[in-house]
């Protein structure tokens, strides 16, 4: 019996050493951000508590009111009264009440999205120890804006992720690729890929397809690393088939760009469909998404990453694409 007490005991010991460790690694990761819902107070104004109410945001939200205002409004020039006015009639009218109702359905409890931040920006900071971490501002803005930046902090329009099938984005005569985009499961990827451009766009050296392809590779390692429990095809905002796709004609892709003297072009015309939302991908078969360059600069990137002795933040300052293609050594095969 003693061997099995043994057994037992090291079992044990073993048991509660591990779980220490992932504790202390799992805390590790993750971090406390506030989070503002904005829209709730917005949406509870009335001509009583009005003056009252909005005097306070400043104090409660921040900046956020003034950029709400200015860029998603645009009544910053307004007087006083005036603003007050908009204020009112933006949230009184009734396709305005009754889309913001469909929000509240949709994201009344935001506790997962809050947890699966803390610990997406538990990860940037690991990575990224000197950069700040930003405040989350949930808001509704009349389908202005989806997901944006400012000092240093993530405001997030809820509104813009109702679900691909939400009777608004027909409403408003949005495409199906773009209804596609607004499902609530792209959140973090696009929380994500903002916060790459807010500290990194800047070292975008050049307008040609080669160098989008560079960066846009930064960005989707980026998001891979820090988002690190969502599906691959939900980091790029793929369809599943749309994700096997390239996957399987990865050098196809390649060969197509190469063939075509793409990759030095400056025309953002004729690739414009790689890089940004789109039916499909110009020039390729028609089961190429848009945007599809996003995945060959990622597997430059790794490529990249693998050949070079070199660190994600490392990554992130490097501007020619030239040398960074040739130290990549990256030429898929069939």
């Known amino acids: ?38 829209e709730h107070e917005l949406f509870s104004i009335n001509t009583d508590n009005l003056i009252e109410k909005s005097n306070s945001w400043d104090t409660i939200f921040g900046s956020f009111p003034t950029l709400f205002a200015a860029q998603i409004m645009n ?25 913001y109702d469909s929000t509240v359905v949709v994201f009344d409890d935001f506790s997962e999205f809050e947890h699966s931040l803390e610990l997406a920006f538990g990860q940037f900071a690991n990575k990224f120890p000197s950069y700040p971490l930003p405040e989350i501002t949930t808001f509704f ?18 509104e813009n992720f109702l679900g691909a099938n939400s009777k608004f984005y027909h409403f408003l005569g949005d495409p199906e690729y773009l209804r596609f985009q607004k499902q609530k499961k792209f959140i973090l990827s696009n ?26 590779g930064k960005a989707m390692y980026f998001i891979d690393k820090i988002l690190v429990d969502i599906s691959l095809e939900d980091k790029f905002r793929f369809t599943k088939s749309q994700m096997d796709w390239v996957i399987e004609n990865e050098a196809s892709i390649w060969e197509f760009l190469v063939h075509e003297d793409m990759l030095f072009s400056k025309k953002e015309i004729e690739f414009r469909s790689f890089i940004n939302y789109a039916p499909f991908a ?14 060959i600069g990622y597997k430059m990137v790794n490529e990249y990453m693998d050949n070079n002795e070199i660190n994600i933040e490392e990554l992130m300052y490097l501007t020619d694409s030239r040398k960074f ?9 069939k």
């Open 75 to 99: 009544i910053s020039q307004l007087t006083s009264a005036q603003y007050y006015d908009e204020l009112l009639a933006f949230t009184q009218h009734k396709d305005m009440r009754e889309a």
């Open 141 to 158: 803005g009349g389908f202005n804006y989806g997901v944006v930046t400012y000092d240093d902090n993530i405001a997030i329009g809820l």
């Open 1 to 38: 019996m003693k061997p099995i007490v043994l057994f037992f005991s090291v079992t044990i010991v073993t048991f509660l050493v591990t779980s220490l460790i992932f504790s202390y690694f799992s805390e590790d990761k993750k971090v406390e951000l506030i989070v503002n819902r904005f």
């Open 282 to 295: 110009k020039g390729m078969p028609k089961e190429a998404p848009g945007r599809v360059a996003y995945y």
């Open 325 to 333: 293609l040739q130290a990549s050594k990256y030429k898929p095969t």
């Open 191 to 216: 929380v994500m890929e903002v916060w790459f451009n807010e500290h990194f766009q800047k070292y975008l050296a050049g307008r040609d397809l080669l160098s989008q392809i560079v960066h846009k």
